[in-house]
């Protein structure tokens, strides 16, 4: 029988924070899947870091094991240089580079120079997957946040580590930046096999790059799976707060949507409540209209329960209009 080892895994891994009770990582099992970009979503204080600096190495477990294929992860105690060496982390602080070297130098130095042609062409070839070429000749000093968040992802990724981690890089990025760097890291992981482990807080980051979410809450894995899976079904109450930025109604404010749920919270996401004034019982009013660019944020009440809901036919309501309001789906828990 073939001996197929998962690719990463924690097995029953736990750090808890001595002086702190319950702060840390719980108990955690997990196997990250090769060539995939695996996220890690939860609120603040959730063991995000925790967790990927124990998968890289950096931070031992009190309890447990890490394994790369098969083979355990020493932690800082146990190795010279501390985290894997088929693996690389960059997190949102650029310090690690030298502000008054060239991009060129800030990568290339990380490759021993017995082979400069090699040298030259991983240099080259990493300047290309981060489009940073045109910028490989200026010095650190003089670039934006986002091309320095390229320049130490280029410098990650020069030594062909087969996993990449990254602990919420693009939070200094600006947006528009960083969905370009967002597509990149995609386009790389398709093209070079590259494993990815992100960590992150925003839902839009982790919905559209993750192929697998996994969610945290208090140290401890809540659920996992495909980003339209938990963002369509989720669990927990937690992850779909995570994921979106849902209306959460009690019994009686549900009652007011025409809801009768014996549960405790009832979630509507704004895209499955539409507005329609082809009714002849409008009793829902719009408060405020939040325009969006491509659509519409709509708050609507009615007896002092307010609604959050998207309006795809801009400068079709304006404050004050009253509106009959159609709820496609709910959730309970
Ligand atoms: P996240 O990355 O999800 O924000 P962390 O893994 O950084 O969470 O932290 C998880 C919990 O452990 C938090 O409550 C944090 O305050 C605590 N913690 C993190 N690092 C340390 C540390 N070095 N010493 C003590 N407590 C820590
Ligand atoms: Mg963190």
Redesign the pocket.
Known sequence: MANQSPFLEAQSVSKI????QS???KTTTLSIAQGKITAII??????????LKMLYGLLSPDEGEVKFKGDRVWGPEEKLIPGHDAMRMVTQDTDGLNVFAKVWDNIAVLLPNTDVAAKEENTQRVLQQLNITRIADKQVTFLSGGEKQRVAIARALVTKPEVLLL?EPFNQVDTSFREGLQQDIRQIVKETGLTVIM?SHDPAEVLSMADELIV?KD?EILEAGHPKQLYQKPQNLYTARLLTGCNILNQSEAAVCGIHSDKEHIVIYPEWVRPTTSWTRKDWMIKQVLFKGSHEGLLVEKNEVTLRLLNDQPDKYQEGDKVHIKISRYLEF
């Open positions: 924070y001595p002086g702190k702060a840390g990582v939860g609120e603040s204080g959730s063991g995000k870091s925790t967790l602990d960590v945290l140290g």
